[in-house]
C-alpha cells in the first residue's frame, strides 16, 4: 500500500486517466504509458541515428546549439560533400562531351552559330565499363567513369563569371543569398563540434557567404598551401598571450555577459555569431592543426595526391598545390566536416586552348583521381559526395574568328559537371547537347535542378528546407528546381 505523506515521483499516465482518481495514482495502463513515453522511443532511435548510446551513463552529453548534428527530411547515403570548383569555366567539348560532328566542320560556318567552328585539339577515348568518351586531358579520372555520373545538359542564362559564379553557388546571380555549403551547414548541423561545419579553400568570399542565414553557417576560409607553416595558415586560432585555460574563462564570461544581455534588452544576431565564432577558434586550436597537418600522411599516400616529390616544374607545382587541398578535403571530411569547396584551376581559356587547357587539367586530374580512390579505399565514397565542374560553358567556334592561338568564348547555353558518390548512380552520362555540343538539348538541367538534386542526395527535399526572412520563406531553389531522380542510385 502507497504511503500518501511520500511524493509520487514514478507517474506514468496523464491526470485524466481513471487511474489517477482512485487509490492507484501512482500507476497507469499500458495505453497510458505508451502514449506518454512514445516519443521517447523516437528519442532513442534518433540517438542511435548520430552513434550515441542513450544508456552509456559515461558518454558525454549530446551536442546542443545550431551546429548540433541535424536528421534530414528522409535517409541518404550522402553524408558530406567535397565540391572541386573548375573556376573560369572549362570548355564541355575539349573535356567529357566528344562531338565527332564539330570535327568534320572544322575551320567552317555553322548554321546558327556565330564564327568558325573549332573542332577540340584532344583525342577521347571511351572508358571504364560504361564506355563513358574521355577527353585525353583525363587520363587518371578516366579511370573513375565508372563511379561517375557525367551531365552533358546544364545551362546558365548569363555567361558571366561573376554572376554565374554566384549563380552556382547561391541559386542566385545577383541577390545576396546563402551558398550552397551555408544551407548545406544549416540543414545538416556538423558531426564534429571543434570544427566549422563548412570551410572553403580558396575561392571567392561570395560563394561561402551565409547571407541571412545565422553567421555561424558561414564558410571558414583556409588559404592553405603547402608553403606555409600551418600557424600561418590557421593565424588567430591559437593566443600567444592566453592559456587555452584563460580563454576559456574568456569565452564563457563573454557568453554568459551576452545571454544576460539579451534577456534584459534583446538578442543581437552578429553578437551571437560573434561569439559561436570566438567558441569555434577556441576548440579548433588542437583539431584543425591535426586536420591541416597532411604530413602525418603517409609517403605514398602524399605522392599519389601530389606527385613526386623533387620535380619543381610550373606543372608540378599546380598539381602539387592541388593534391594538397584535396588530401585536406579529404582529412576533413574524415574529422566530421560536412561540406568542403577546393578552388581549382584556371579554365578561363579565350586563346590557346590546345596548350592551356591541358596545362589547368593535369593540376585537377591526378589530384581528383587520388581522391575518389583514397574515399573508396576508406570506405567513405559512398557517404560523400564529389562534384566537380565551372560556372558556364564555353563556345565551339573559334574565339576572334579563328586568328592566331585559338581560344573559346563564354556560353552559357552548355556547359558540364561531373558527381560521384554520396549515392550517385555511376557509369552513365545525363543530358545530351546538339550535334555540335553548344547547346543543350536532351533533359536540359538547369542550375536550379542540380542543385534540387544535390540535396536530395542529401537527404533534402529541396522545397522544405527552408528560412525564414523578412517575412517571407527562403530556400536555395527559390521558386524552381526539379530532382533528375535518374542520377541517384
Request: hydrophobic content about 40%.
Amino acid at each position: 500500500m502507497m504511503n500518501p505523506n511520500v511524493p509520487n515521483h514514478c507517474s506514468f499516465g496523464p491526470d485524466s486517466s481513471p487511474l489517477a482518481h482512485s487509490g492507484l495514482a501512482g500507476f497507469a495502463s499500458r495505453r497510458d504509458f505508451l502514449v506518454r513515453n512514445g516519443l521517447g522511443f523516437g528519442g532513442l532511435s534518433l540517438a542511435a541515428l548520430f552513434g550515441i548510446n542513450p544508456f552509456d551513463l559515461n558518454a558525454a552529453p549530446a551536442p546542443t546549439g545550431p551546429l548540433a548534428p541535424k536528421a534530414p527530411h528522409f535517409p541518404a547515403k550522402a553524408k558530406a560533400v567535397i565540391q572541386i570548383y573548375a573556376k573560369g569555366a572549362p570548355s564541355t567539348v575539349d573535356t567529357w562531351d566528344y562531338k565527332p560532328e564539330l570535327e568534320k566542320v572544322n575551320g567552317q560556318k555553322i548554321p546558327g552559330y556565330e564564327g568558325l567552328a573549332f573542332a577540340s585539339p584532344f583525342k577521347f577515348t571511351k572508358s571504364g565499363k560504361s564506355g563513358i568518351e574521355v577527353s585525353e586531358i583525363f587520363p587518371e579520372l578516366a579511370k573513375h567513369v565508372d563511379n561517375m555520373a557525367v551531365i552533358r545538359s546544364l545551362f546558365t542564362e548569363i555567361p558571366d563569371h561573376a554572376i554565374a559564379g554566384k549563380m552556382l553557388m547561391t541559386g542566385s546571380g545577383q541577390l545576396p543569398k546563402p551558398s550552397l555549403g551555408s544551407w548545406v551547414n544549416y540543414g545538416l548541423g556538423s558531426v564534429n563540434q571543434n570544427m566549422p561545419g563548412f570551410i572553403t579553400l580558396g575561392g571567392s568570399p561570395d560563394y561561402r557567404q551565409c547571407a541571412f542565414l545565422p553567421g555561424i553557417y558561414q564558410g571558414c576560409n583556409v588559404n592553405y598551401d603547402t608553403t606555409s607553416n600551418l600557424s600561418t595558415i590557421l593565424a588567430n586560432i591559437r593566443s600567444e598571450f592566453s592559456t587555452m585555460e584563460r580563454q576559456r574563462r574568456q569565452i564563457d564570461f563573454a557568453a554568459q555577459s551576452n545571454r544576460e544581455h539579451a534577456a534584459m534588452l534583446q538578442k543581437d544576431a552578429q553578437l551571437e555569431a560573434r561569439i559561436e565564432a570566438f567558441e569555434i577558434a577556441f576548440k579548433m586550436q588542437t583539431e584543425a592543426t591535426d586536420a591541416f597537418d597532411i604530413s602525418k600522411e603517409p609517403g605514398a599516400t602524399r605522392e599519389k595526391y601530389m606527385g613526386p616529390s623533387g620535380v619543381y616544374t610550373a606543372a608540378a607545382t599546380a598539381m602539387k598545390e592541388t593534391g594538397a587541398r584535396m588530401l585536406v578535403a579529404r582529412r576533413l571530411v574524415e574529422r566530421g566536416v560536412r561540406f568542403v569547396q577546393v578552388a581549382t584551376g584556371d579554365w578561363d581559356h579565350h586563346s590557346n586552348i590546345a596548350v592551356r587547357a591541358k596545362e589547368t587539367a593535369s593540376a585537377v586530374d591526378g589530384p581528383a583521381a587520388a581522391l575518389l580512390a583514397d574515399l573508396k579505399e576508406r570506405g567513405l565514397l559512398d557517404s560523400t559526395l564529389v562534384i566537380w565542374g565551372g560556372e558556364f560553358g564555353r563556345t565551339v567556334t573559334a574565339q576572334g574568328g579563328g586568328v592566331g592561338a585559338l581560344g573559346r568564348d563564354h556560353n552559357g547555353n552548355a556547359m558540364v559537371s561531373w558527381m560521384a558518390g554520396g549515392g550517385v548512380k555511376g557509369g552513365q552520362t545525363y543530358g545530351s547537347t546538339d550535334e555540335f555540343g553548344g547547346r543543350a538539348t536532351e533533359n536540359k538541367m538547369h542550375i536550379h535542378d542540380l542543385h534540387a538534386t544535390l540535396l536530395a542526395l542529401l537527404g533534402f527535399d529541396h522545397t522544405k528546407l527552408i528560412y525564414n526572412y523578412n517575412g517571407r520563406p527562403f530556400r536555395l531553389t527559390d521558386n524552381f528546381g526539379n530532382v533528375v531522380k535518374e542520377l541517384i542510385a
